[in-house]
Structure formats: C-alpha cells, structure tokens
C-alpha cells in the first residue's frame, strides 16, 4: 500500500515522540524494583530515593501505574529556558538545544506535569523559543541557495517539519541552476 506524498518524506509528530521515547531521562522510582533486562541496555536495580536513568518511554510507564516521579532534564529549568529564549531572540544562529527537545518537552508536559515545578511558564517559554526558532528557520529558507542551507542545532521535529519544503526547494533551485547554466 502506497503512502501519501507528505508522508513518504517526513515522519509524523506521534512517530517523532514514538523515537523520543529512546531518550534517557532520570526518574527517583517508588519503590524497589529489580534489574530490568531490555533490548538496548540493562537497567539496574531500583531503590528510592536514588536516582536512576531510564529510556523515557519506560519512565512514562513507570509514571503512568504511580511506580516513579519523572525529574525533568536539567535544559528544561525554568532558569535555563529564560536564558535558551533570551538567546534564541538576540542572535541569529539557534541556541544548542538537545537533538529530540520539542518531542521530549511535549512528552513531558502532557504525562508529567505534576512532576516539573512552574510548568505554565515553562509551557510559555518553550512556546516562545519555538516561535523565535520557527521565524529563523522560516528566514533562512528564505536565503537559501543551490549550494546549501546552514540551519546547526536544529532538532529532530525541526528538520522533519521543513524536509518537505526543503527538498521542494532545492529540487527546483538546482533545475533553475541547471537550466541558466546550460543557457
């Protein structure tokens, strides 16, 4: 079965989260677990109060049956976004971001919000740095050339968002190259 044109070049939102979900994050479990066997790692023994780190789709579950409390990753302190969406404002280029933020924060937010502290103003500040973050990539497809497109620390559902206009684009651009140089 044949997928639509949109989306044979870019991933979906849920299918960008669903990647996310391999992340790691730290999580202070409920009670004492046993060492864990999974495909890609070993997660040790769990005991509370101690800290230990997961892949967030299992931190997710863990939360979801009251097994763990989730700690937000240190980029995501209401401190360290203010200074993220004062940078992302002032300066041209984007602020170094982790590759899967937006998946990671949107995750977070929606499953976790008891467990992040002012999480309305972090919901706030993240809009504005996606905002900030949008108009500069918006402005540099805009001075693209044939060549290339110079966007560094952009993350994952940033790239996937502009794939399919960027490979529009520069599928037109080198015709318009190739047609004035054969001219």
Known sequence: MALPRELEI????????????????????SETMDQLPLVSATIPIMKPPKKCRVPLWLALELKKQNLARIVPPEWMEI????????????????????????ETAHLLLNFCADDIEDVEDIRRIL????????????????AINEVQLTLDNLGAMEINEIRPIFREVMDRMRKIVQVSQEE
């Open 79 to 102: 401190g360290k976004l203010e200074n993220i969406r004062d940078d992302e404002l002032e300066n041209e280029t984007f602020s170094e971001l982790p590759f899967r933020w937006l």
């Open 10 to 29: 870019s991933f979906s939102p849920e299918e960008m989260e669903f990647l996310a979900g391999n992340e790691y994050i730290n999580i202070v479990p």
């Open 127 to 142: 809009l504005d740095i996606r905002e900030a973050r949008q108009s500069k990539a918006r402005t540099g497809l805009e």
